[in-house]
Structure formats: structure tokens, C-alpha cells
């Protein structure tokens, strides 16, 4: 293993100490539990929002701590979930009487996690909603697995929800507007190397040299299917087609029910896409694929909206939602309307993500 | 000793975090291996971390009764080991824990309470069944195998010998078993022929409260 690294077991450690020394302006960190805080936090009328999940996906979610976007962050170790006492003392710290959205990306741990929490903060009398973000089309089963998992939208959600917590939306609003960000957003991810957790020291997975792997998530899990390598084009063409031509998905999520007092099972179905959506569509590197092989993405999955019908009305390019040093690709595409154009329009200031301000 | 008067001192539950911890640091890698073809390579080192943790905090609750200590180091797990995990084993302790509250010693039908409660508790916040391929498929048969060798007339040791015995078997059995829950489901078909993890940690934890009580039996 070859890593910038003093010693694995600092690593999520010292990567917050330098995360607070750069950014103070930003951002503050709090240690046992871990915690990254807007620095002018809490901000006062408004909800905050709280993400998290394990580390290795950086910039996502510390480097989205700011105005326009999120008011915490949770790390876990690398890839493992935070756990609730980090979320609990987060949503202490930064609530400002408005309320806590947490966006949480639907895997096990941290759906397990957040719910803890969530049950924690409303024993100390902090208003929490818990929204899922489930968009990967590589999964294509929600009842004999987990359910689809949170990748690439959770980035748009947060800009998006984000903006509209700014904004002054409440917290039921700023829920319903989460909810209606995740089912219009599909992702598929695509690896060509594996990627190396710091305490374990070995490739998660092996791939040969001439192999790549299909339907990746974002923890160097292995994906759905594993084939020869292809160009750039095919690969493209792969991943954009599985997300244009997925059927409606449906699912059962739980959700807290604030009139009920408990948790509820929510019903929920992601329309397809249909020409004529106006689109965002965001390529992103898994970390280890370099800037130069994205917009040879970009480019294919432009001409393949465009032949469908679906019109790219913003986009973003870069490494958002990373798995460490993965080479590889995701391919998210969100359907927006006004309301989310506008809100991904607004000005946002953090490490990961900037305009406006 | 006969069967009906042995029973499990406080002192034995301290025993078996301890040993837990020893155990599990020994096989963290083995466990982490066993999580890389079908999670995330993260399982043996998260309970290594978590049951170091147990172990800093058990001198702050070592004089409490046995539900003390046990939802002590479930509040340990819940908030060390993180993943699914952390809530999964933090909840079977914590509810073990409170199926026992305020006892210094327990019954050999008490011990069945306990880890009852410490399963139901992981079936709730899992919601897996059995042939999901969790935990849960070396946790169901054990403490059946338990409940049933008590039934049976067998002594302390045999029946958990018997435990052990059976989440061994649950443990082998989930190998040709399709994952439905966790992150090995996104497997699909690819998870099969891999053991898993979690019912191999779950087999480990209860492999170790059969020691502790058959170490203690045989120095009586």
C-alpha cells in the first residue's frame, strides 16, 4: 500500500485537523464525537441540514459544509458509517430552534445510524426528519436487497436542499424537497482499479488489467457484473442507457412521522425519463480517473441526451463523490424544474463546491 | 456441580466481554477478509474498535449488576463501531442488558432470556430473516440449541456447547445462502459461496461465552 499517510488508524483524525487549519473561515471541527460545523453555526431562523456517512468519499461531506449548503458533516472511519453520537451532538450544535434535515444515502449502516440518532435528538427535543437518497439504477431489486444505494444525487440534494434551507423553506418543506430531488435523480457507477481502505492495506477487490467492473458502489464494494474493459464511448453508452431506459422504481422507505409520533412506511416510485426533461448531468471521477478523461464522458453523454430527447440544462463535471483512489466513473443525471434550477443556481460556499460567493 | 445450580456470576459476564475483546482483536483480519468478496473490508476491524472501547469503559460500571454492564457496552458498540454493525450488536447488548437489569447472577434459563432478548433486538432494527444470510442465521439456531439442551436436562456447559454447536452450523450455512440484507445483497448471485461475516463475528462472541463458563466449570 502506498498512501499519504502517517498512520492508518489517523487518518480520518488528521485529515479533520488539516480540514480545520484550511478552511477557518468555513468551517470548525469538533473531535469525540467528529463532527465538521459551519463556523458561523448555528444559523439563526434557519433549518439546518446535516449529512454524513463514512470517509474515502471526499470532497463529499466535509467539503460541503458552508452557506448554500450543508450546516454539518458526520465522518465515520473510512467507509463505515458515523455513528449517532456524532450525528446527535452535530444536530446539538448547529439546530438553531428551526429544525434538522438529515440526508442520509441508503445503505444499512447509515440508515441504522441516523435513525438512532434521529430518535437521540427528538429525546432531547430537536425537531429531526430523516430523507433517503437511494438513485443507483445499478440495483435494480428493492426486495430482495437493501434497496437501491445513495450515490451520486446525494451531492445535487445537498447543493439543492442546501440553497433552500438558505432560502428560509421549513423543515417539512426542505424534507419534501429532498424527497422530490432523490426520485428524479438516477446514478451507475463504473470502477477500473479497485481502491485500498488504510487499515486493511490490501485492494478491496482484484481486478485484472484488461477487466473493469460494472454497477460500482461507492465503497470499492464490487459492482454487478465484471467484463472486458471498452472504450470510453461504450462505457458511457452503458452507464447513460441503464439510467435513461430504468423503469420506474419503486420501493418502501421509512420516514418519520411527526403527527404520528413514529416511524412510517413511505411508499415511493422514480418516474423514468421521458424526452423532452430538462436535465442535469453530472460525470464524476471516482477519485483516481484524472480530469482529463471526463469531459470524453461528458461529450458521448451529451450526444446520447441529445438523441434522446433529454436537454442538459446545467451540469458539473469533477471528482464530488470519490471512492478513495478508485479509477473509474459515475454518471448521475437529475430531472430539474424551475424550483431546482434556480435553487442550483443559488450561490454556495464551501471547500468542494463554490459560485456566487 | 448439577445442572440446576450453576449459574452465571457477573464476574463470568466481565469474563466474556474480555475474552470478546481478545478474541475478536485475534481474528480482526480474518474478519475483514471474510467481509472484502461480499461488503466493504471493514467488519473485524469495526468490532476490534468496538470491543476496545467495551474494555475502557468497563471499569466505570465493573461493581453495577450484569444489565448495567451489558447496556454499557452496548452504548460502547453503538457508538465505536459505526456501519450496520455498531447498531446491530450495540442493540443486542443493550437489550440483553435490559432483559437482566438489576441481576448480579443469572440462572441458566435467565442466560436464555438474555441473549433472547439481544436477538430480538437485532431482528428488530435488521427486520432479516433467517436465510438472509446475517448474523441472524448463527444467532436463531444458537440460542434454540440452548433453550432446547436446558429443556433436555443437560448441564450449563453441555447445552452451551449444544449453543455453540448450532451457531457454528448456522455459520457454515450461510455460504451457499444468497444475501438479501446489507451490502453483500447488492451482490446478487456473486454472494454465494462466501461466509458471512456478521455470523461468523456472532459465532465468535457466543464460541467465547462457552469457554468462559466451561473454563470457570472445570477450575470449580
Not at chain 2, 441458566?108 to 433472547?116: F, N, P, Q, Y
Amino acid at each position: 500500500m502506498k498512501k499519504l499517510i502517517n498512520k492508518p488508524e489517523d487518518v480520518v483524525k488528521e485529515e479533520l485537523e488539516g480540514i480545520a487549519l484550511a478552511y477557518p473561515d468555513l468551517v470548525k471541527v469538533h473531535f469525540n464525537p467528529n463532527f465538521i460545523y459551519r463556523a458561523d453555526a448555528p444559523v439563526k431562523g434557519k433549518v439546518a441540514i446535516i449529512s454524513g456517512g463514512g470517509s474515502g468519499h471526499e470532497p463529499m461531506h466535509g467539503g460541503y459544509v458552508g452557506p448554500g449548503m450543508l450546516d454539518a458533516a458526520c465522518p465515520g472511519e473510512v467507509f463505515t458509517s458515523p455513528t449517532p453520537d456524532q450525528m446527535l451532538e452535530a444536530a446539538k450544535t448547529v439546530n438553531s430552534g428551526e429544525g434538522v434535515l438529515f440526508i442520509v444515502k441508503n445503505y444499512t449502516g447509515d440508515v441504522m445510524n441516523f435513525e438512532m440518532a434521529a430518535d437521540l435528538a427528538r429525546e432531547e427535543g430537536i425537531r429531526v426528519l430523516n430523507i433517503l437518497i437511494d438513485d443507483d439504477v445499478a440495483v435494480k431489486d428493492s426486495l430482495y436487497t437493501a434497496g437501491r444505494r445513495g450515490v451520486g444525487t446525494t451531492v445535487l440534494a445537498e447543493k439543492i436542499v442546501g440553497a433552500a434551507a438558505e432560502r428560509g423553506y421549513d423543515l417539512k418543506r426542505l424534507a419534501d424537497l429532498c424527497r422530490k430531488v432523490n426520485i428524479n435523480g438516477r446514478s451507475m457507477g463504473m470502477a477500473l482499479t479497485s481502491c485500498t481502505v488504510p487499515m486493511k492495506g490490501e485492494p478491496t477487490f482484484e481486478l485484472g488489467p484488461d477487466e473493469m467492473e460494472i454497477g460500482i458502489g461507492i465503497h470499492g464494494e464490487p459492482g454487478r457484473e465484471r467484463m472486458k474493459i471498452k472504450t470510453a464511448d461504450e462505457i458511457t453508452e452503458l452507464l447513460a442507457l441503464s439510467i435513461i431506459e430504468d423503469p420506474p422504481y419503486r420501493r418502501t422507505v421509512r420516514e418519520w412521522d411527526e403527527d404520528k409520533g413514529e416511524w412510517v412506511e413511505v411508499e415511493l416510485e422514480d418516474p423514468p425519463f421521458k424526452p423532452g426533461d430538462r436535465v442535469l448531468a453530472f460525470v464524476n471521477s471516482m477519485g483516481g480517473t484524472p480530469d482529463i478523461e471526463l469531459p470524453i464522458v461528458y461529450r458521448k453523454l451529451h450526444e446520447i441526451c441529445e438523441k434522446k430527447g433529454l436537454k442538459i440544462v446545467r451540469n458539473l463535471i469533477g471528482r464530488y463523490i470519490t471512492s478513495l483512489e478508485m479509477q473509474g466513473c459515475s454518471i448521475t443525471l437529475l430531472r430539474m424544474d424551475d424550483e431546482m434550477i434556480d435553487l442550483w443556481d443559488a450561490p454556495v460556499k464551501t471547500a468542494g463546491l463554490r459560485w456566487g460567493m | 456441580m448439577s445442572k440446576n445450580e450453576m449459574t452465571i456470576t457477573k464476574d463470568d459476564i466481565i469474563e466474556w466481554l474480555k475474552a470478546t475483546a481478545a478474541v475478536l482483536e485475534e481474528n480482526a483480519q480474518y474478519l475483514t477478509e471474510l467481509d472484502s468478496p461480499i461488503g466493504d473490508a471493514d467488519h473485524g476491524i469495526n468490532m476490534d474498535r468496538g470491543f476496545k472501547k467495551i474494555m475502557s469503559k468497563l471499569p466505570g460500571v465493573e461493581d453495577k449488576d450484569i444489565g448495567t454492564i451489558l447496556k454499557a457496552a452496548g452504548m460502547a458498540l453503538v457508538t465505536s463501531v459505526g456501519g450496520a454493525g455498531g447498531p446491530l450488536y450495540g442493540t443486542l447488548y443493550m437489550d440483553a442488558g435490559r432483559a437482566v437489569a438489576g441481576k448480579m447472577e443469572l440462572s441458566a434459563d435467565e442466560l436464555v432470556t438474555l441473549l433472547d432478548a439481544g436477538l430480538k433486538g437485532v431482528v428488530r432494527i435488521g427486520k432479516a430473516n433467517l436465510g438472509d444470510k446475517t448474523m441472524v442465521d448463527a444467532l436463531t439456531p444458537a440460542v434454540e440449541a440452548l433453550r432446547k439442551a436446558l429443556a433436555d436436562g443437560k448441564d450449563l456447559v453441555e447445552a452451551l456447547h449444544s449453543m455453540t454447536d448450532a451457531a457454528h452450523k448456522g455459520m457454515k450455512d450461510t455460504i451457499p445462502m444468497l444475501a438479501k440484507k446489507g451490502r453483500a445483497s447488492y451482490l446478487g448471485e456473486r454472494s454465494i459461496g462466501h461466509q458471512d461475516p456478521g455470523a461468523t463475528s456472532s459465532y465468535l462472541i457466543l464460541k467465547t461465552l462457552m469457554e468462559v463458563i466451561e473454563s470457570r466449570h472445570a477450575s470449580q
